[in-house]
T-cell receptor, first 114, second 109 residues
Framework: AAGVIQSPRHLIKEKRETATLKCYPI?????VYWYQQGPGQDPQFLIS???????DKGSIPDRFSAQQFSDYHSELNMSSLELGDSALYFC?????????????FGPGTRLTVT | QKEVEQNSGPLSVPEGAIASLNCTYS??????FFWYRQYSGKSPELIMF????GDKEDGRFTAQLNKASQYVSLLIRDSQPSDSATYLC?????????FGKGTMLLVSP
């Protein structure tokens, strides 16, 4: 079965640079979520989109923005990168049909800021 | 503030034993509960979800939910060394999930 696709898988940036992470949800999934996971931490919810509209906002810094496009893929844009932004960034997707919106995670993008 | 609490472990069990993982949550509005398995450096993998009080079984896994006690558990029967991982409990409504910090499970051969 098709899974969530994320690119790139690894990214190295310098402080104050900009990064763009991409996420392609499972086919027919209409909701995308972004999470940040630091070493030894649980995933922290950043933001989500349903049908191309922002649906929920978590602990996303103002330096970050995201959007969902007409083909349902999503991009997380990160500017003025800081050392503390080094983490694993996961995208998850779910379908709004059905009682439970179980989220399926992509493989993640490991961002290293030097 | 919504919180999900888990014992960080590690929980050590011998191969073939039953591993019992527990989780409590603070938000009574949470409607669905999820167990994810995460290997180091990898993404969380959904094992099971449950939304009704009682037990739900899937293969070697059984999830249990007690909404009155705000308690969720995961039982893993016939534990295998490949089950060694961090198990994340998550609670959610229609959208966002709140994760616990995870319990590390170690299954020794």
């Amino acid at each position: 079965a098709a899974g969530v696709i994320q690119s790139p898988r690894h990214l190295i940036k310098e402080k104050r640079e900009t990064a763009t992470l991409k996420c392609y949800p499972i086919p027919r999934h209409d909701t995308v979520y972004w999470y940040q996971q630091g070493p030894g931490q649980d995933p922290q919810f950043l933001i989500s989109f349903y049908e191309k509209m922002q649906s929920d906002k978590g602990s996303i810094p103002d330096r970050f923005s995201a959007q969902q496009f007409s083909d349902y893929h999503s991009e997380l844009n990160m500017s003025s990168l800081e050392l503390g932004d080094s983490a694993l960034y996961f995208c998850a997707s779910s379908s709004s049909s059905g009682r439970v919106r179980e989220q399926y995670f992509g493989p993640g993008t490991r961002l290293t800021v030097t | 503030q919504k919180e999900v609490e888990q014992n960080s472990g590690p929980l050590s069990v011998p191969e073939g034993a039953i591993a019992s993982l527990n989780c409590t949550y603070s938000d009574r509005g949470s409607q669905s509960f999820f167990w994810y398995r995460q290997y180091s450096g990898k993404s969380p993998e959904l094992i099971m979800f449950i939304y009704s009080n009682g037990d739900k079984e899937d293969g070697r896994f059984t999830a249990q939910l007690n909404k009155a006690s705000q308690y969720v558990s995961l039982l893993i029967r016939d534990s295998q060394p490949s089950d060694s991982a961090t198990y994340l409990c998550a609670a959610g409504g229609y959208s966002t999930l709140t994760f616990g910090k995870g319990t590390m499970l170690l299954v020794s051969p």
